[in-house]
């Protein structure tokens, strides 16, 4: 139902911006997945073992996610054009405080890709 919709809008490398009504415990990643005009790369599926996920969040917003792990903080370190609000979009779940959150899609991303490796 409309209810259960959490708005997110998205700006795009070209600078455009795009709304979309996603649905609580959706990712960035899915959201991404499930609309073709978001262009995430999301090369690891939402493993944490690359970059290429990196979205810009809105400083607002930023300050109500979840601390970021390790994990994801190791992979963000990667990314191409990293800021102090930079997040992994596969691991920004959509809930209901998060209505209305802007992130922008980095104009380039850095496929860092380890696959099957743990950083050490
Ligand atoms: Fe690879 Fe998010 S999709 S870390």
């Known amino acids: ?13 070209e600078g455009d911006k795009k709304t979309i009504i996603a649905n609580k ?4 990643m899915d ?3 499930t609309h ?12 944490l073992a690359c970059s290429t996920c990196h979205v ?3 400083p ?7 601390e970021p792990t390790d994990e994801e903080n190791d992979m963000l370190d990667l990314a191409f054009g990293l800021t102090e609000t930079s997040r992994l979009g596969c691991q920004i ?3 209901k405080d998060l209505d209305g959150i ?14 099957g490796s743990k950083l050490s």
């Open 1 to 13: 139902t409309k209810s259960e919709g959490v708005t997110i809008n998205f700006i795009t490398p």
């Open 25 to 28: 415990g959706e990712s960035i």
């Open 31 to 33: 959201i991404s997945h």
């Open 36 to 47: 073709d005009d978001i262009e995430l790369e999301c090369a690891c599926e939402g493993s």
């Open 56 to 58: 810009i969040v809105d």
């Open 60 to 66: 607002e917003y930023y300050k109500k996610l979840e």
């Open 93 to 95: 779940v959509m809930e």
């Open 102 to 115: 802007t992130v922008t899609l980095p104009s380039a991303t850095r496929n860092v890709q380890l696959k």
